[in-house]
């Protein structure tokens, strides 16, 4: 009989992650879930023999990378899953640590990120007695998670660990929580090598739903095509770039499909949109939901029919105005609409002068030099410092609208924002994943000043961890994104002033570097300094209270 190993379920649980392709586990220290350290860093004799236990956390079979707070960690592995079309991993202790994980795992949600973060839990023998932050966590994760459990047994840990990764990266990807008792995941058990357990793949696309799409793009004179994140997350970049190309098609891209067209492609008209939506009839909406960024899929007056594509029947839009829905892997269904009439090309030229219009038009804001500073003319000066494989991350309102106008990166998945959920507090854990999944990229993590006091006190992850992010601040002292609605519905606001805090000098207090900025002119400068700083460096820019972003929805 072969000899098989007696390990605890920490083992099983690592053995699986770095199975499904997982590189590294972010958490912030917990004894609920120390076995899972113990097997990350290769046990106790491996941790000795290193230069030092940091060493041991960067070099072991999984790598460690511990935050300041859980939400953190949790961002953390979005970002990783959003970034690499894997699944992030975390481990959280039990209660709070579960709880305070929460947003982030929504955001998850919201998003599609392939992501598994496992909890700790109160021992099963003393359940009902009251033990250290005994609370069943699976109700709470159920709804906004592919699935949630409880491992009740050290010997089902791996099938539920495999199940886990498996299913977080299955169509539609998303998170997965499972959490297992302190009692059972210090038990040992057999561990047996194995593969990974493998996703399931979006279905093949029904051929007639993807004829009745072709007749209704080879008929429509204005066709329009919006790419969302889903483009990037299915990997379908080249599929998409191939049904613009041959047929001609105006592109409006979102989130993660930011990229899929450079800002010099004449295909891409993002910022003609209003014109886009308003002239076409017909759109394509690929890979994202019909919610309120797309006026719940009316466009225009009358509204055009909408062809709307995913990956699973349960992102079907409910949106009356959907004319066809196929449903299926977004390759297979994008290649196949490839072939077909090409849209007369002064439509798309139009739209694309339109776009570059805009861009022209913004020309005096990027360079203004008001004071206070406008928040525009901090990307008038971050623009020509930004390379083809920077990575821009949004975290904020006002500030961060600006951000989503006047930045177009070159490459897919080099845009990171909170998504749909709107959460804030995501940007240093976001900047820590990118540092991680990207270490030789240019890193930029833009922030407005009310989302800095979300999560503040992870610069000093990031210095910790060696990430040299450059954190730009809009800092107008207040809650810019809520003061304009509320004087707009009331004609005065309240609870939406902050003070004119200086994160630059929190940030050198946390191990990083700063300056604060109140002349237009040195923005640029400052923000030189802050990429060749080697550390994360805050550029606290002081900006116009006044200089709002002109919204067209409220999200409702």
Not at 194 to 220: N, S
Not at 274 to 290: C, I, K, M, Q, Y
Not at 384 to 401: E, W
Request: aromatic residues 6%; glycine residues 10%; negative net charge.
């Amino acid at each position: 009989m072969p000899v098989v190993d007696e390990v605890n379920a920490g083992q099983h649980i690592v053995d699986a992650a770095v199975a499904a392709g997982v590189r590294t586990c972010f958490t912030l220290s917990g004894a609920h879930v120390f076995p899972i350290y113990d097997a990350a860093v290769g046990g106790k004799d491996r941790v000795l023999a290193s230069a030092d236990p940091r060493t041991a956390e960067r070099d072991g079979p999984l790598r460690l990378v511990d935050t300041r707070h859980e939400q953190t960690a949790v961002f953390a592995a979005e970002a990783t899953g959003r970034l690499t079309r894997t699944p992030g991993f975390a481990a959280v202790t039990a209660g709070p640590g579960v709880t305070n994980a929460v947003s982030a795992v929504a955001t998850a949600s919201f998003n599609g990120t392939p992501m598994v973060v496992v909890g700790g839990r109160s021992p099963d023998s003393r359940w009902g007695q009251g033990a250290l932050q005994e609370l069943d966590h699976v109700p709470l994760l159920s709804p906004i998670t592919k699935a949630a459990w409880t491992t009740h047994s050290a010997s089902e840990v791996r099938d539920a660990a495999d199940r886990a990764f498996a299913l977080a990266a299955s169509a539609r990807s998303g998170p997965v929580f499972w959490d297992v008792p302190i009692d059972v995941i210090f038990a040992p058990s057999a561990r047996e090598p194995r593969p990974a357990a493998r996703p399931i793949p979006a279905p093949p696309p029904d051929d007639d739903a993807v004829a009745a799409a072709r007749r209704q793009l080879d008929a429509a004179r204005h066709p329009l095509v919006v790419l969302g994140s889903g483009v990037w997350q299915s990997d379908a970049v080249d599929a998409a770039r191939e049904l613009v190309r041959l047929r001609d098609l105006p592109v409006v891209a979102n989130g993660m499909a930011r990229g899929v067209l450079g800002p010099s492609d004449p295909h891409l008209v993002t910022r003609a949109r209003s014109r886009a939506f308003a002239e076409a009839d017909l759109v394509v909406v690929v890979g994202t939901p019909l919610d309120f960024r797309l006026g719940y899929g009316a466009f225009g007056d009358p509204a055009a029919p909408v062809i709307h594509i995913v990956q699973t029947p349960d992102e079907v839009s409910a949106s009356p105005h959907v004319a066809c829905s196929v449903v299926g892997d977004l390759t297979a269904a994008l290649l196949a609409l490839a072939p077909g009439r090409a849209v007369d090309g002064t439509w798309t030229s139009e739209l694309r002068q339109a776009a570059l219009a805009a861009i022209a038009a913004d020309e005096p804001m990027l360079t203004s030099r008001s004071t206070p500073i406008h928040p525009a003319r901090i990307y008038g000066e971050l623009r020509s410092r930004l390379t083809p494989d920077s990575i821009v991350i949004g975290d904020g309102g006002d500030f961060v609208s600006f951000a989503g106008r006047f930045v177009e990166p070159e490459q897919p998945g080099r845009w990171l924002d909170p998504g749909p959920y709107g959460c804030l507090g995501t940007g240093p854990g976001f900047a820590l994943a990118a540092g991680i999944v990207h270490p030789s990229s240019p890193l930029f993590l833009l922030m407005g000043d009310g989302a800095a006091g979300f999560s503040l006190a992870d610069l000093d992850t990031l210095a910790r961890h060696r990430v040299p992010a450059v954190v730009i601040v809009g800092n107008n002292a207040g809650w810019g994104l809520e003061k304009g609605p509320m004087r707009l519905l009331y004609g005065y606001d309240v609870v939406a002033d902050l003070s004119p805090t200086r994160y630059d000098e929190a940030a050198i207090a946390l191990g990083c570097g700063g300056e604060c900025v109140t002349d237009p002119e040195q923005v640029g400068p400052a923000i030189d300094r802050a990429m060749t700083a080697g550390i994360p460096y805050v550029v606290n820019v002081m900006t116009d209270p006044d200089a709002a972003y002109p919204r067209s929805t409220l999200g409702i």
